[in-house]
């Protein structure tokens, strides 16, 4: 592992990128003991290591609001240690750990498991909670509790409570803790087992496909709910066209709705799905060029607030079998920096601050996480990439347990130098 | 001639000059079926695997009698009685049986996508006898053969698929097929039986059994399974009987003579009423006696690529 302690050391020549301050400017950092000392042109008495930063951006450390650490119950496929080693390779300071875990974490010892097992990390592990017992749905989950031991926010991700009056209670309870609800959209009775999007190529390729209004039906009766209740509500992997104008019009309305979309969304459709591969099966699925195009105009307009990688790891056994066997998802978590400057920043539709801010400080901001500040006297939580250079993601470099990516050999955009956060500094090699 | 394609995998891609190379085959491969003796030496030393995950038996005997036909070596698979039944996944059960030097590999799968992806973990040629809701080029290529036997040609020929298009495998093929050839597909069953977004592939869509008739030369009447209505997709046996069965007035008072073909297995009495199949202008047992042929035709075409035949 490429860890240092951050003793004295100082980031030369680096382009500071700071989407809290709104500023942009080339300069020196100095970092003691895991805080910024100074910000600046760096004289030559200098006595501690420099690092040259020559062509690298460095901006507050970015979160992943959306992954699966696989722990507890499939350490064979993913840990919180290899989960974070996958996280610091991708540019990330902090990671939020979904639910559904076997046993799923829906009560206070799953919680402080995981914050037990993230203390030496570099990356900060803020675990969500599940909004049911057993994310069945039935019954609220001790969501009191839960905040307590170190939950951030509540979602039985994977799945969504058909029951109304469940997410009804459910947002109003949480809301006494500021804590959002993150919902899975999705009717699953409507998803029929579907196994890729419904349209033409799941006709094609004889497939059950998994309409649009799955999403949005369940979009639209949450939207209800933060109508009636005030409370808080996160649209996870938005991945359609009617999803989007959904909130956006809620947005218009006022109402506390935000949405996140993940990036593989911005780079396949279901057109892609010609070849059966099991990699490019995920939940929602990739949709049509038309639902791109709304998700990317979502995103220009201000609709969507976060990019999120839904990291979703997967034994190579589990995946390497006929497509419709396959388990939904992919890994993320190293190729989601890459993804997101190719898709919207390469493309024009966000600058890289704007593009920054959705994966640094509104996720904290909606989290109420403190949003690291790269100012004098704080502590450094930092991403150092270059958004420039060219980079191919090779399977040996992939520090996740798993493997399952479609990303894998494909030229991305940018490339991760590393990370600093508690104290530490991280370098990819 | 040979054909371009080393794996039957589907129609979609396949030309229409491949596919009237392999009906053209069929129909010498017919002739050979009218012999005393009706067995030719040509796939000697090739040997074929029959890999049937699901249970068949037209097609599975066909494609058995085709290369029995051509004196290939075959060796039978079937889930039930291999260790597939004791969780041995199908990478690895293709892997060893590869490694025991197979040519050929004829498949059946519940899943779509199982032949291309046999493709990818074995040198053998992939012939797809069905894979889920996805294709069944072979039917498809025996409709069309049976079709161009009684037409004369393809091309302008109007043809309607009747009943559960959302399930049919059949009905994939078939309108790949028949739209390369320059034929024309009608669709026709309740809604809920006919897929989504199914125009765009060139298809016009009846609702009504009256109107497909009016319009057809041939119909291809599709199975109906009575699980289908179990999931409510439909209302009941009966009702769908009522709506699509056509006992009789619709064939028989049309002006024209309407061709009647079918997959088979028929439920007599729910799509096809017995004296509708049975009648003169049913070519069913025409399409059973011609799988045979056109199997024999992609075995053959597909053991030999290059053309190089001895």
Known sequence: ?429 | MPVSISHLLGLEDVSAQDIGTILDTAETFKEVLERPIPKVPTLRGTTVLNLFYEPSTRTRISFELAEKRLTADTINFSKATSSVSKGEVLRDTIRNIEAMKIDMIVVRHSAAGVPLFLTQCSDAAVINAGDGKHEHPTQALLDMLSLRQKFGSLKGLKVAIVGDILHSRVAGSNIHGLLTMGAEVMLCGPKTLIPPHIHDLGVSVSYQIDQALEWADAVNVLRIQLERQKSGLFPSIREYHAQIRRDAPPYRTTEKEITIMHPGPINRGVELDSDVADSDASIILYQVTNGVAVRMAVLYLLANPEGKVE
Do not use: W
């Open chain 1, 1 to 429: 592992m490429n860890l240092q302690a951050l003793k004295h050391i100082c980031l030369k020549n680096a382009e500071l990128v700071d989407p809290v301050a709104h500023t942009r400017q080339s300069a020196d950092i100095i970092i003691k003991n895991g805080i910024i000392q100074e910000i600046g042109k760096i004289d030559s008495s200098f006595s501690g290591e420099s690092v040259d930063c020559s062509g690298q951006v460095i901006s507050p450390g970015l979160v992943d609001m959306h992954v699966h650490l696989r722990e507890p119950g499939r350490e064979d496929e993913e840990t919180v240690e290899t989960g974070c080693a996958a996280a610091m390779a991708g540019g990330f300071t902090a990671v939020l750990p979904m639910p559904n875990t076997d046993p799923p974490c829906d009560n206070q010892q799953v919680v402080r498991f995981l914050k037990q097992k993230a203390e030496k990390e570099l990356v900060d592990v803020y675990p969500v909670g599940a909004i049911t017992k057993g994310r069945k749905g039935i019954e609220m989950a001790e969501i009191a509790d839960l905040y307590q031991a170190g939950a951030v926010a509540f979602s039985d991700d994977g799945s969504t409570s058909s029951n109304s009056l469940v997410m009804r209670y459910a947002l109003e309870y949480a809301s006494m803790y500021n804590a959002p609800i993150i919902d899975h959209c999705e009717d699953h009775k409507l998803a029929n087992q579907g196994h890729m999007n419904e349209g033409v190529m799941s006709t094609r390729l004889g497939i059950t496909g998994i309409p649009n209004a799955a999403e949005s039906v369940i979009i639209a009766r949450d939207i209800e709910l933060v109508r009636l209740t005030g409370s808080a509500l996160h649209v996870a992997h938005l991945s359609t066209a009617e999803g989007v104008e959904l909130v956006r019009r809620a947005k218009q309305e006022g109402l506390p709705v935000t949405c996140e979309v993940a990036p593989h969304h911005l780079l396949f459709t279901d057109q892609d799905l010609t070849g059966f591969d099991p990699n490019l099966k995920m939940n929602p699925p990739l949709r049509t060029p038309k639902d791109m195009d709304a998700l990317m105009q979502g995103i220009a307009d201000g609709t969507v607030d976060v990019f999120a990688s839904d990291h979703a790891p997967h034994s190579l056994e589990e995946k390497q079998v006929e497509f419709e066997a396959a388990p939904f998802g992919i890994i993320g978590l190293q190729s989601m920096l890459s993804v997101i400057l190719k898709t919207v920043v390469e493309s024009g539709a966000l600058s890289l601050e704007q593009a920054l801010e959705k994966m640094c400080v509104t996720p904290r901001k909606l989290l109420n996480l403190p949003v690291p500040q790269i100012k004098t006297g704080e502590p450094a939580n930092l991403s150092i990439f270059n958004p420039k250079a060219k980079t191919v993601l090779r399977k040996q470099d992939i520090k996740s347990l798993s493997h399952n990516s479609p990303y894998i050999d494909m030229e991305l955009s940018g490339k991760v130098y590393g990370v600093c956060n508690k104290g530490l500094m991280y370098i990819n090699k």
